[in-house]
């Protein structure tokens, strides 16, 4: 367990039951008014959310990949995912990777900046970033 997520476990909100987790991660995005199909992670094991510091944590048994169809990318989450979270934005994000060409890039922030628009930003570390459809990331029917 990473040291971040023993530093926000006090006072969190934890939820360790597997039928429940996934429930719980969509109720999260859709608390902070971001797409439910944002965080498609399987086998979640644990999820915690710092209601005091917005810092949120998810938990899952293996490292996974999701293609987003309607715009054809790529995208990887780690056993752990964390962020800072709060209305219509994720930020400080980790263990979350998209590919670009031929590399996988870290993400660190996703937000919708103009509900309007109907854009949702992706941001690297390093400045970068792209927008796309927020419907792109609605919750795809299985």
């Known amino acids: 367990m990473t040291s971040v997520i023993q530093d926000h476990r006090e006072n969190a909100e934890i939820i360790t039951d597997e039928a429940l987790c996934k ?3 969509k109720e999260l995005l859709r608390s902070i008014a971001l797409p439910t199909g944002l ?3 399987n086998d979640i094991v644990e999820v915690g959310h710092n209601h ?3 810092f949120v944590w998810l938990k899952q048994k293996k490292k996974t990949e999701h293609l987003f169809r309607a715009i054809g990318r790529r995208t990887s989450y780690d056993t752990e995912v ?3 979270v709060e209305n219509r934005r994720m930020k400080k994000l980790t263990g979350v990777k998209t590919r670009e060409l031929f590399i996988w890039v870290s993400l660190s922030d996703i937000r919708i ?3 309007e628009s109907g854009k949702i930003t992706f941001g690297t570390p390093t ?3 792209r927008s796309f459809p927020v ?3 609605e919750e795809e029917e299985e």
Do not use: R
Request: charged content about 25%; aromatic content about 10%.
């Open 23 to 25: 429930k719980k991660s």
């Open 39 to 41: 965080l498609p992670l």
């Open 127 to 129: 400045g970068i970033s």
């Open 82 to 84: 964390t962020a800072f």
């Open 113 to 115: 900046d103009d509900p």
């Open 52 to 54: 005091e510091t917005g």
């Open 135 to 137: 419907s792109a990331f």
